[in-house]
């Protein structure tokens, strides 16, 4: 085997590992938590589905692979609770350390590929990455409200917590955004989320 296939492969394997980073969010039929992988997949659905719905044009492939990317650092970082206020202290210097190793693992166009998208969707200064990452916010939104307040009720978490956490999907869709609001108004008068 030659040497690009061999660090192609060891970086397929070691990725392998997002499918045992479990998150906060409860699958739709509540029976247990996702994982990673799970997430990573279902974001990149929504990009197919809901991109007539970001505010200026996005290329659906890009976000496609931001969204695929954009948690394989919770590998080593493992997965941050979006209300954990303490954890998210050091979340960046986690995840940035998590990334050279874990990209650096591909040959180094790759790499290089791989680390660009991550990067830019952390800085979120593109409408590619704008869409992505309020889709990362809508989906976890989505989970908790179709759980009748899911990980809010669980944890404690306020309205006011999850309108400011969720807010960035206004950054990337007017539209999701009202949609996500919808949401939160509802919950809190149904008692999924305290007022």
């Given at each position: 085997m030659d040497a690009r296939l061999e660090r192609q492969l060891d970086f397929i394997v070691e990725i392998d590992k997002l499918k045992h980073v479990m998150r906060q969010s409860p699958l739709c039929d509540g029976s247990r938590k996702e994982n990673d992988a799970e997430h990573s997949w279902h974001l990149?659905?929504?990009a197919m589905i809901?991109?007539?719905h970001a505010d200026e044009p996005v290329d659906v492939g890009r976000v496609v692979?931001?969204?695929l990317i954009h948690d394989i650092v919770e590998i080593d970082a493992g997965d941050t609770f979006a209300y954990d206020d303490q954890g998210r202290k050091d979340q960046e210097?986690?995840?940035q350390k998590a990334a050279d190793r874990l990209f650096n693992l591909l040959p180094d166009d790759q790499a290089k590929d791989f680390r660009a998208l991550w990067d830019e969707f952390e800085e979120d200064d593109t409408a590619d990455a704008r869409f992505a990452r309020a889709l990362d916010r809508l989906q976890p939104l989505t989970l908790n409200y179709i759980n009748k307040g899911g990980t809010w009720r669980s944890k404690g978490v306020t309205a006011a917590k999850v309108?400011?956490?969720n807010r960035p999907i206004?950054?990337?869709s007017a539209y999701l955004w009202r949609h996500a609001k919808?949401?939160?108004e509802d919950a809190r008068e149904k008692g999924y989320i305290k007022p």
């Open positions: 990149a659905m929504m809901l991109a007539e692979k931001m969204l210097e986690r995840e309108i400011e956490r206004e950054d990337g919808g949401l939160i």
